[in-house]
């Protein structure tokens, strides 16, 4: 039987074709919850990019997770974050979120930012939980009353 103990969660191409399909997948949500000028989706291209770092969760080999951080120079956005709705309630949110945190620490970012939308409680209660904290548009991102801005100071550790 396989458990939320033999979670991997890994960087990853998200070209391959499973992850492909829940990248997919969660488009098709999105679209399903919000008009197009709403909808900030990172494509698969722009997930491969050098400053991009997208990891895959996986329980026994099946891709079911996702969530990636685009790097700036002093914060990293949290994007594409979305688990497969057959395996929500397991904590792998959270693990994946947790670990793109401590990547971006190692990376020596000291802020994580994101959006995300007014339709997604369980986002939102996520990012709440994990002391993410509301804030204005950041980047290039305008006021959006479908939008939700949050972000997270992360503990470096000393040099």
Known sequence: MVTVADLRIAPADPGEPAIRDLIA??????????????NHLLDVETLRQ???RFLAAQLAGDVVG???YVAYSDYAE???????PRCRGLGIARRLLATLEADAV????????????I?????LGLYERAGYRLRPPF????????SVFMEKALHLAPA
Do not use: W
């Open 50 to 52: 050098p400053h991009v």
């Open 78 to 84: 949290i994007k594409r974050m979305f688990v497969a």
């Open 106 to 117: 190692n990376a020596g970012l000291p802020l994580t930012r994101l959006e995300t939308g």
């Open 139 to 146: 980047g290039n991102y305008a006021e959006d009353p479908l």
């Open 119 to 123: 339709h997604q409680p369980e986002a």
């Open 25 to 38: 997948e969660l488009d098709a949500l999105m679209h399903a919850l919000y008009p197009a000028e709403s």
């Open 66 to 68: 996702c969530g990636a």
